[in-house]
Structures are given as structure tokens and as C-alpha cells.
């Protein structure tokens, strides 16, 4: 946290290093993050692009108490929200990516059966996520892929704790099913466990 603070204060200073620094940390989330809710490589760039230049706007305003990363999180969702709503996209027509990042495909370049195996199983993953609405869909990339705390997604999404549980608690339900009907269907991706 007294990283957090100095980042904003060096914000509200106008420090490029501070503005260099946050881009570096938080850069290659973001911009997966919209990824994954657009499902489009130029679209991302675009919203990650737009989400740091308003970050510049906004730095001198910045209050003290502000957390970096939930602050990104919302003005990427909610520049996401106004690209599709302008855009008028039709969600079937979305496509997920498989590999976050070169670490992420360099994890599972081990062996040639670990790639397929992974492969397969972002590949079911991602069909799954696709199928399900972009609410849902945001608030399990928050909480179980970006890794932010419940409270921290409800401030990013704009709502109440109580209803984000909810909204979590939906959205693992229909990610289930949806990785169920395509269990049924013979999709590659992952088997569910025996029980042992």
C-alpha cells in the first residue's frame, strides 16, 4: 500500500516515473483484461490506450486514498461499456484469446503434451466464457483471472457488495453449465475430476 501512495502522489505531481512505473505494473492486466471482455486484439488496444490517457487526465485530481488498480479496472470496464455500446457488437461474434501473455505460453511450453493439454483447456475455457453474458463474464475475469478481491470488483463494476456476490455466485453457476454443455458436446478442454 505505501507503493499505492507514492504512485498517486507522484501522479498528482505530474512525475513522469510515477506515471512509468504504474504503466509497468499494471499495463499487461489491463490490457488482458479488455481482451477478454472485447475479444479483440485492435479493440483492446484502443481501450487500454484510451483507459492511460485518461489516467494522465485525471492525475492531478487523483485523491490520496485512491487504489491504482481498482481505479484502471473501472475506467477500463467503463470504456469497454461505452466501445460496445457505440459499436453495437454483436457478442457471438467475439473471440477470445488463449495466451495472456509470453510468459503465460512460455508456462506451458514444456512439453509438447502440456501445450496441447493446455491448449485444449483455455480453448473449452474461452468457448465457455464466450457463451455466457458480458456481466458475468466481467466479474469472473476480475475475481478469478485479475485476482481481485469481492470488494475491490464491486467498486470496479460499480455496484453493491451484496449484489457482486450474487453476480458472482450466478456467473460460476453459468460458467458450469456452459462448460458442462460443452463436456456434452465432446469440446476438447478439461474432463471434471474424479472424485477420489
Given amino acids: ?4 501512495a ?3 502522489e507522484g501522479l498528482r505531481r505530474g512525475d513522469v516515473a510515477a506515471f512509468d512505473r504504474v504503466y509497468a505494473v499494471h499495463s499487461a492486466r489491463v490490457f488482458s483484461f479488455l481482451l477478454r471482455l472485447s475479444g479483440r486484439r485492435d479493440a483492446a488496444e484502443d481501450l487500454a490506450q ?3 490517457i485518461k489516467l494522465a487526465k485525471a492525475a492531478p485530481s487523483l485523491r490520496e486514498d485512491t487504489r491504482l488498480a481498482p ?4 475506467v477500463a470496464r467503463n470504456a469497454f461499456v461505452s466501445w460496445r455500446r457505440w459499436a453495437m457488437l454483436d457478442l457471438s461474434r467475439l ?3 488463449g495466451f495472456d501473455s509470453a510468459s503465460d505460453a512460455a508456462a506451458g511450453a514444456d512439453a509438447p503434451d502440456t501445450l496441447h493439454d493446455r491448449n485444449a483447456d483455455i480453448a473449452r475455457l474461452d468457448a465457455a466464457l464466450r457463451a455466457l453474458p458480458v456481466a458475468s463474464r466481467e466479474v469472473l475475469l476480475l475475481v478469478g483471472v485479475e485476482g481481485f478481491e469481492q470488494e475491490e470488483a464491486a467498486t470496479i463494476l460499480g455496484v453493491e457488495y451484496a449484489a457482486l456476490r450474487k453476480r458472482l455466485s450466478r456467473a460460476r453457476a453459468e ?14 478442454g478439461p474432463r471434471p475430476k474424479e472424485a477420489v
Avoid at 1 to 4: A, D, F, G, H, I
Fill in 50 to 52: 484510451e483507459t492511460w
Fill in 71 to 74: 481505479f484502471l479496472f473501472t
Fill in 6 to 8: 507514492a504512485l498517486v
Fill in 95 to 97: 473471440v477470445t484469446l
Fill in 1 to 4: 500500500m505505501e507503493e499505492n
Fill in 175 to 188: 460458467l458450469a453449465a456452459a462448460m458442462e454443455k460443452l463436456e456434452k458436446k465432446g469440446a476438447p
